[in-house]
């Protein structure tokens, strides 16, 4: 979990105090680990994560600085619909902000992307401004869907979850970089280029052989081994 902010911090995803990704813990799978506000990513060790219940209270971890109370609702609100979730990530990265401008899917315009066919996709179609009540959040994970994978969160930014935060973690790297992907074919079309879509099989064919959260898992971990790496293990504190 540690590593994976600091995979997020060098690739630029932090905004202020806004982001987030939760852990569920495996011995009491009613309550998460989280982040502390206001800490940067970069900086981010496992001994800094609050462990908070279902109804917000820190009940271990570090507690010397609280929760993010919009990514508790959120988070929150996902766990508790999506049973099978173990992890989530949210932050307000630049390019995946800039797509949700347009409430619109991703496209299947390329191979990375089909990761997000299907169901795998959601959009949030609402903006109720920055998340302070349990409703908001409620209707953001039913938007997710039962199969949902990664979401666009209209004027906001992207959430995506796993079995691992490994698989989160990676899906979020994967839906950024597709909306950068996106961003650049868009404006490569409006001066009058062609989109050349995967036919519908393909999509289907990759999507049902790369989606496996093993497979996922073992996606994120280059990322992972680097960021050890460059940091010196400075995580693990």
């Not at 987030?20 to 496992?46: C, M, Q, Y």
């Not at 609050?50 to 209270?57: A, E, H, K, T």
């Not at 869907?145 to 990664?150: L, N, R, S």
């Not at 209209?154 to 691992?164: K, Y």
Request: aromatic fraction near 10%; proline fraction near 5%.
């Amino acid at each position: 979990m540690a590593l994976a902010f600091r995979v997020f911090a060098r690739k630029g995803y932090t905004e202020g105090m806004s982001g987030h990704i939760s852990v569920r813990d495996p011995e009491n799978p009613h309550s998460f680990w989280t982040n502390p506000l206001g800490r940067h990513f970069g900086l981010l060790k496992a001994s800094d994560m609050i462990l908070v219940d279902y109804s917000g209270n820190a009940i271990g971890g570090n507690m010397s600085r609280p929760a993010n109370a919009a990514g508790f609702l959120i988070h929150s609100a996902v766990h508790k619909a999506r049973p099978d979730v173990t992890a989530a990530c949210h932050t307000h990265s630049p390019y995946g902000k800039a797509w949700s401008s347009f409430c619109r899917p991703l496209e299947m315009l390329n191979q990375d992307v089909t990761y997000f066919y299907g169901s795998a996709q959601a959009v949030y179609k609402e903006f109720g401004g920055v998340v302070f009540t349990e409703e908001e959040g409620e209707r953001l994970a039913a938007a997710l869907g039962t199969e949902g994978k990664g979401m666009i969160l209209r004027n906001h930014g992207l959430l995506t979850v796993g079995e691992t935060v490994d698989e989160a973690c990676y899906l979020y790297t994967l839906m950024e970089r597709s909306c950068q992907m996106q961003l650049l074919i868009e404006a490569a079309a409006a001066n009058g280029l062609p989109k050349v879509y995967v036919p519908e099989e393909s999509a289907r064919y990759t999507f049902e052989h790369a989606h496996d959260p093993e497979a996922l898992y073992w996606e994120a971990q280059p990322d992972m081994e680097y960021e050890e790496a460059m940091c010196g293990g400075a995580h693990k504190g």
